[in-house]
Structure formats: C-alpha cells, structure tokens
C-alpha cells in the first residue's frame, strides 16, 4: 500500500523539489548507512563515478555525489566518511574450490626450496603428534632439485606417519614410503585408467601420483569429520571477505557439503554469495577427482541437481550449473594439446571422446543448466567449444552462458568462437605470475610459441568475449588485489621479470575490475542484483587502501581490502579503517 501512495506521488506532475523530497521521503526510514566522500568506481557504464552510497537493509537506495547523498540521511542514519578512498563493487572470484583445505592439513603454498618444503612438514607434523596423516598441499615443482620429487624427500624427515602432499594444481601429489605401504602401492601396482604412478629407473614408485592414480591413495586417507568441514568453510569465508570477495562460483559441491552450507545459511553465517557447480557424477557417486571419466548422467543425479536449483536461487546460494573435467595441466603434462609437450612427454590426457561429451552436455544443456568445462590444453578447448556448439545445434537453445573453465592454452583460430556460441571465458590471472614454476617447468613444456599466448587474457578481450576471472584456489590465492596485478602487470610482486611475462597479454585495471565484477555477476546470471555499484542492486562492495586505478600498476600487489560490505553488512573491516 505504501508503495502505490509513493509511486502515485512521484508520479505526479510536481515541482523538481517536492519530488526530490517524495524519493528521499520513500527512503526516509529505511537508509542506514550512508558512505562519503569516496572515490567509487560504479563499473555501470550509466553511471560510471560516484563519491557517495546510501545503504538500506541490503541494498543500495543511492548512488551519487555527496550531495545527492547527504539528502537522504535522516535520524538514525550512520554517517561513513570513506575519506576519499577508492570503492568498488564486491569482487568475484568465478573459479574456485570452498570449503577449501582442511584446518588439518599443511599449507606449502609459500615453499620456495627443498629445505622449507622439509622444514615446514616436520613442524606441522611435530605440532599435530595425534593426526594418523599428515596431508597438506600447495608445493610446486620448482622447490625441488631438477624439478623432480621423490618420496625420498618426505622420509628424511617423517618417516613413522603416512604422509601425502598435493602439488598447487591438485591434479598430482607426492607421498612418503609409509603412505605408499598403508595404501599398498607396490612396483607390482598397475597405473589406473588416467592415472600415472611414477616410477624411477628400476619401476620403483617414486612417490609421485598423477591424475586419477590419487585415488589408490586418497581412499586411506582419514576423511575430515562433518565439524571440521563447518570450521574450515568459515576459516576460509573470513579469509575471503578479507580480501574483498563477496561472491563466489564454487566449482566444487559434495553431498557431504551440503548440509553444511545450510547450517552457515540458517546461521547467517555465510559471507559469501555462493552459486554452486555440483560435478558430473559417476555413476557410483564416487568424488571428487575421480568423476572426470566419463559418465552419463543418471536420472538421480538430475533430479537431486533440479531439486537443489529449485529450492535455491540466491542471492546467497544458488545453484543452476554443472562442472565436468576435460583435461589435466600443463605442469603436470596431462593437460590435452594438439602437439607433444617439449621434451616429448605426449599429448596429455584428454578424459572424454567427443561424442559422449556431446550428448552429456546436451543433456543438461537441454535441461537448462549452465555447463561449466576444464579444459586447459588447445585440444581440450576446442573439444569445450565444439561440444557447447553442438548441444546449442541439436537442442535449439541459447543464452545458456556456458563456460570454459581454465583455457590456458586456446588455439588462435578458437578464440572468435566464445563470442560467436556466447561462451564465457573463465580464466585466472594468477595462472600468468611468472614465478619459478612458471618460467622453469609450465612455459618449458609448452615451447615458446604456445607460452607466448598461454594465459594471455588481453586475447579473450579483443576476441569480444565476456572474461571472468578467478583463482582457482585453494590452486592459487584467492586474493582479487593478487590476480588482479597479475592480470595487469604480468610481472610476480617483486617486479619480476622487468617489464613483464610476455607483456603483450595483459589488460587495464579497469578491464580486470570490469572481469572481477560485473562480468563474474553475468557469468552467474546475477547481472540484474549486483556485479556495479547501481541504486536498487545489492549492497556488495569494497574500500580499498590505495587507489588501484591512478597507482603504478607495479604498486598494485600492495593495496589492501580495509572494508568488505555484502548484503549492506561489513564481512570484514580492518583496524586501519
Ligand atoms: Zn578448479
């Protein structure tokens, strides 16, 4: 009722100052916030500049000049002095895996040589004398010694606990001897279908397991209890509204996370906006690395995957897409390329035959689901885009906004084809810093040509294509500062190399910004409730310490959430704000 009178109101044909006064009279009792005296970066194109934002409940009633916005406080109404620093809207993170590692496990992220790989295993394991495993991930080729691991380096170190370690990428691992004897893992043990269990000279395992021979591994491994779950995800949710995430598309879901989520949910605990894409499940229901076979959908998977999208829309978890797994990486050699990795170690592993791919993304396609695909090697990028051509063609559809996931190594002749099927680009700036992993092991493989254009996201931009990006993580940090000065200056946070990896891909701030935001919310059909700073869209946004769009772009590394707002509530504010 209240609305009709304020519509008939503004309606009217009155003068430029009552009306005013009917729109800020509208909002009377219900702005709570006001922010000013800030440089806001809106990334709506109507409005591309603002210094004010007015709050109510969960969204903005107001964006504009100091002025304008001032107008609308009334009793009650918390003033914000943003001291002329820069906002933008929330950012989004398109690719990654919540909950994320376990509060149990060891983080290795930071490892640089041999010697921390061992010094920070030994710690953990020392600090955790009750854990049956150590498990950890986060490591890279480049710590060790010819870039080559080996079990031998684990048990100079620990020796009496199973132990197993994920490389950054996850799609390999390195296990001790003892590992290997609980899981029974002999010279006399069979590689598994898309899966390597790496041997030295003499057919002894070395350690290392590759793609799906994880899983003769990771079976004996303990499972993380249900409370250990609900800890990491709001561990990791804090971490995230701390670097100025609002929104994310998971690229994991589990049955067993489900229940989980809801309780954050029904605690108001979330400080993400979740949209969810549940895995391509086999048949056996068997998760997570090994549902990369291929597998037809059953007409369970369906239904729990309609149930679910029915019973949550958002705008704090929604679900509607669904992933699949095309190839492995690059670092590890299984991603799927037309021409052998340098060195000749083959062409990857590519886990699916295009016909069947085909009719399984038909198959959802048909069914309304967004198809999110991994596809990282040339091959298996064109298999994405030859497969979302084929279900458009088949089941008459559009508008699906399909994604390929990774890309981190397109054919040229590829590109023009995601603006022309309406596929996202989903890439990850973090892919391109050019760290010792990098330069030592992923462009080695490729040979110069392909690291020329690999993770070049300046291309999927003049190829007209919508770009989102993400991290991958717990693959790479989450932090959308970190990828976003990759993306920008292709160089590590040292300013290494000078002038920048291959300098040709990179984008302007604003671009990235455009990809963390506005394009992430398209990318999750979310376009209509947030992704710019717009009156009527939700409250989701950041100030930052520095102001990322006028700095060096060397200096970007540096600048630091100081307040993370979703839903018109702070997630995160830090002392300096
Ligand atoms: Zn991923």
Redesign the pocket.
């Known amino acids: 009722m209240m609305r009709t009178s304020v519509l008939r109101c503004c309606k009217a044909a009155v003068p430029v100052a009552a009306w005013l006064g009917c729109v800020v009279g509208a909002y009377a009792q219900h702005v709570d916030r006001i922010f000013v005296n800030g440089k806001i970066w809106t990334g709506d194109p109507a409005k591309p500049a603002a210094q004010a934002l007015a709050v109510s409940g969960d969204k903005l009633v107001g964006v504009g000049s100091d002025q304008e916005i001032r107008a609308l406080a009334r009793a009650g109404t918390t003033v914000v002095d943003l001291k002329g620093r820069r906002v933008v809207p929330g950012f989004q993170d398109s690719?990654l895996?919540f909950p994320g590692p376990s509060v149990n496990s060891v983080a290795l992220d930071a490892v640089t040589t041999l010697k921390e790989f061992q010094g920070t295993l030994s710690d953990f394991a020392k600090s955790h004398p009750k854990l049956p495993w150590i498990t950890g991930r986060g490591w890279g080729y480049a710590a060790f010694p010819n870039q080559t691991v080996d079990k031998k380096y684990i048990d100079a170190v620990i020796s009496d606990r199973p132990v197993y370690a994920n490389e950054r990428d996850g799609h390999m691992g390195l296990a001790n001897s003892k590992a290997l004897q609980v899981a029974g893992i002999t010279r006399a043990t069979k590689d598994p279908p898309n899966g390597t269990i790496m041997r030295d000279a003499n057919g002894e395992p070395t350690g290392e397991l590759k793609e799906a021979a994880q899983g003769l591994l990771r079976s004996h491994v303990p499972q993380a209890t249900p409370e250990e779950v609900y800890e990491s995800l709001l561990k990791h949710m804090d971490e995230a509204a701390a670097v100025g995430l609002t929104a994310v598309q998971n690229?994991s879901w589990s049955p067993r996370d489900q229940p989980l989520y809801e309780r954050a949910l029904a605690a108001r605990a979330l400080k993400l906006r979740f949209r969810f894409a549940p895995p391509i499940l086999p048949a056996d229901g068997r998760y997570p690395r090994d549902h990369v076979l291929k597998q037809p959908l059953t007409e369970e998977d369906l239904a729990t995957y309609k149930h679910l999208r029915d019973t949550y829309r958002g705008p704090l978890m929604k679900f509607g897409s669904i992933k699949g797994m095309l190839d492995g990486v690059v670092d590890a050699g299984t991603a799927a390329m037309y021409e052998p990795y340098v060195g000749g170690s083959g062409t990857g592993i590519p886990f699916w035959e295009q016909d069947d791919l085909n009719k399984a993304v038909a198959l959802y396609d048909k069914e309304g689901f967004q198809v999110l695909l991994?596809a990282i090697g040339d091959k298996a990028v064109t298999m994405a885009l030859d497969a979302f051509e084929y279900a458009g063609k088949t089941n008459k559809t559009q508008g699906r906004r399909h994604k390929v996931?990774h890309i981190e190594v397109p054919r040229l002749s590829d590109l023009p084809r995601f603006k022309q099927l309406g596929v996202i680009a989903s890439t990850q700036p973090m892919f391109a810093n050019p760290d010792e992993t990098a330069l030592q092991n992923f462009a080695v493989l490729l040979g110069p040509g392909r690291a020329a254009i690999a993770d070049s996201f300046k291309l999927f931009d003049d190829a007209g294509a919508v770009q989102v990006f993400g991290s991958?993580w717990p693959?790479m940090d989450f932090s959308p500062i970190r990828g976003l000065s990759v993306a920008v200056t292709r160089m590590t946070p040292q300013g290494t190399p000078a002038g920048g990896w291959y300098p040709q891909g990179r984008v302007s701030v604003e671009a990235a910004l455009r990809h963390y935001t506005r394009d992430a919310a398209y990318g999750s059909f979310d376009e209509q409730i947030r992704g710019t700073l717009t009156t009527g869209k939700l409250a989701d946004f950041v100030v930052l310490s520095g102001d990322i769009l006028t700095m060096p772009p060397a200096e970007i590394v540096k600048t630091k959430a100081l307040l993370t707002v979703m839903g018109g509530r702070d997630t995160y504010r830090d002392k300096a704000f």
Do not use: G, N, T
Request: glycine content about 0%.
């Open positions: 690719h895996h690229a991994h996931e991958d693959v």
